[in-house]
């Protein structure tokens, strides 16, 4: 049976429905509607075999469910350089925020000073989701031990008008406030970044049961008007 084949024998579609709605930008033409657990299950039956290889080289993919389960086969690689071979090849190929997100290659964690030279890359790039891709990366990894002032003023520096690019670095704002507060809210306090993207980093901080009310109080403060 072909991969196609057996992502179609899995269709819900009523869990396509629910999917084609959260991914606005997927032609609903282009979604099968596999559930999350089913695709976890089968990448894990298919990184046993032969076939992944062959799947690897055929981008792009016709199918959101073929990225998302390109992406979960990545996660799950051990060797770091071969993990890193294979994201370059599919980044560029990433066409929205789940496939993005759902890119969560475990052995990052055993590299951070290999890794961090890849994300300097990434965060530079042209495209959408390779940018996402590598501010989620310093939001997982770089926040906590690794943390560096310097990090978050490559985030600041990410100039873009693409709503998953924007969404991202407020996220990662947010994040930094709950883990890193200190130096985070300078960040806000000297208006570093684009109205929108202050606003909705302060609201999601403000979300946040990692932040304190004494501190979410204080950024309520820090809003800006919108020009």
Same mark, same amino acid.
């Given at each position: 049976?072909?991969?196609?084949?057996?992502?179609?024998?899995? %269709? *819900?579609?009523?869990?396509?429905?629910?999917?084609?709605?959260?991914?606005?930008? !997927?032609?609903?033409?282009?979604? !099968?509607?596999?559930?999350?657990?089913?695709?976890?299950? &089968?990448?894990?039956?298919?990184?046993?075999?032969?076939?992944?290889?062959?799947?690897?080289? /055929?981008?792009?993919? %016709?199918?959101?469910?073929?990225?998302?389960?390109?992406? &979960? +086969?990545?996660?799950?690689?051990? *060797?770091? *350089?071969?993990?890193?071979?294979?994201?370059?090849?599919?980044?560029?190929?990433?066409?929205?925020?789940?496939?993005?997100?759902?890119?969560?290659?475990?052995?990052?964690?055993?590299?951070?000073?290999?890794?961090?030279?890849?994300?300097?890359?990434?965060?530079?790039? *042209?495209? /959408?989701? /390779?940018?996402?891709?590598?501010?989620?990366? +310093?939001?997982?990894?770089?926040?906590?031990?690794? &943390?560096?002032?310097?990090?978050?003023?490559?985030?600041?520096?990410? %100039?873009?008008?693409?709503?998953?690019?924007?969404?991202?670095?407020?996220?990662? &704002?947010?994040?930094?406030?709950?883990? %890193?507060?200190?130096?985070?809210?300078?960040?806000?306090?000297?208006?570093? +970044?684009?109205?929108?993207?202050?606003?909705?980093?302060?609201?999601?901080?403000?979300?946040?049961?990692?932040?304190?009310?004494?501190?979410?109080?204080?950024?309520?403060?820090?809003?800006?008007?919108?020009?």
């Amino acid at each position: 049976m072909t991969i196609q084949k057996k992502l179609l024998s899995l %269709q *819900d579609m009523e869990y396509r429905n629910f999917n084609a709605k959260l991914i606005p930008n !997927i032609d609903k033409d282009f979604i !099968i509607g596999v559930r999350t657990p089913e695709l976890r299950k &089968f990448a894990k039956e298919l990184a046993k075999s032969e076939k992944v290889s062959a799947f690897f080289k /055929t981008l792009p993919h %016709q199918y959101f469910e073929e990225n998302q389960l390109h992406a &979960f +086969l990545i996660s799950e690689m051990k *060797d770091y *350089d071969k993990a890193i071979a294979e994201l370059t090849s599919f980044l560029p190929y990433v066409d929205n925020w789940a496939t993005c997100d759902q890119l969560r290659p475990k052995v990052f964690r055993k590299y951070p000073d290999r890794l961090i030279e890849e994300v300097r890359k990434w965060i530079v790039s *042209d495209k /959408t989701y /390779t940018i996402r891709f590598g501010i989620g990366m +310093l939001m997982r990894w770089y926040l906590d031990e690794y &943390f560096k002032l310097e990090y978050l003023n490559l985030v600041t520096g990410v %100039q873009s008008k693409e709503y998953y690019v924007n969404m991202m670095r407020a996220w990662y &704002f947010a994040t930094a406030l709950a883990k %890193q507060y200190d130096a985070a809210v300078r960040i806000i306090e000297e208006n570093h +970044l684009d109205t929108w993207t202050h606003n909705k980093t302060i609201q999601k901080a403000r979300e946040s049961y990692h932040i304190s009310d004494e501190q979410k109080e204080y950024l309520k403060t820090l809003k800006r008007m919108h020009n």
